[in-house]
C-alpha cells in the first residue's frame, strides 16, 4: 500500500507544479529516468539550459531529486515518489487559485494522454487494446463513503509505486500506464435529507501522481 501522499499547503510550491513543461519534465523523468538535463531535454523537445532550471525548481519543491554521479547538466534526477494532495480543508484565497491553477495543468495532461490513446488504440494488440478502459458511473454516496472509495481507489493505484524507481522490479511484458479516476458530487443534484458535503481535491505521481494524486509525476 501507498504511503500518505504529501500535503501541499504552499503556495509556492502549488505554482512550481502549475506549469506545462515541469509536468512534461516530471512524465519523462519517470517513465525514463534518472535523467541528465541534456536528456530531459531530448525527451521534451527543449534545450538542455531551459530544462536544467527547471529540474533545479522542481528539486527546490520537492518533486525531483539528484540520483548521485555527474555534474552541471550531466548530473542525473530521479522522480520524487510520494504521492502529493492539496485542496483539503480551509484554503487561504491565494493558495486556492493556486491549487486550482496546478490542476487545471494537471487534467490537460491527462486529457491529452488520453486522447492520443483513443487514437491509436485499433493499432495496439488485441491484449493492451482490451486492457486500456475508461468507465462512466453514476452512484449515490454520502461523503463519508466517497471518501473511503478515494482511500481505496488511492491504495490501488499505488501498489506498483515501486516500479516507477526500481526498474528491476517490472515484470516482463509491463509498460507504463497512466491511471486517473474522478469521484465527483454532482453540483446541481438533489441531496437526500438535505444534508451538504464538502469538497476537496486531490493529485498525486508526479507523473504525474493522481484520487487524483501526483505521484511524483505521477
Known sequence: MAEQPREITDVDTLRALAH???LRILDAVGLYGPLTATEVAERVGESPANCSW?????ARYGFVAEAGGGTGRQRPW????????????EESPELARAGDAAA??????EYRKLRDWMAVRRQQSPAWRDAGF????????TADELGELKEELRSLFGRHLDRLTDPAARP?????????????PEVDGPV?????AGQDTEHGPVVGDADAERNGQR
Open 172 to 184: 516482463p511484458g509491463s509498460r507504463p500506464v497512466r491511471l486517473m479516476a474522478w469521484g465527483v
Open 20 to 22: 506545462p513543461l515541469r
Open 78 to 89: 530521479r522522480l520524487v515518489t510520494d504521492g502529493h494532495r492539496w485542496g483539503e480543508g
Open 134 to 141: 475508461f468507465n462512466q458511473f453514476i452512484g449515490w454516496y
Open 104 to 109: 487545471q495543468v494537471l487534467l490537460d495532461l
Open 192 to 196: 437526500v435529507g438535505g444534508a451538504d
Open 54 to 58: 527547471h529540474l533545479r525548481q522542481l
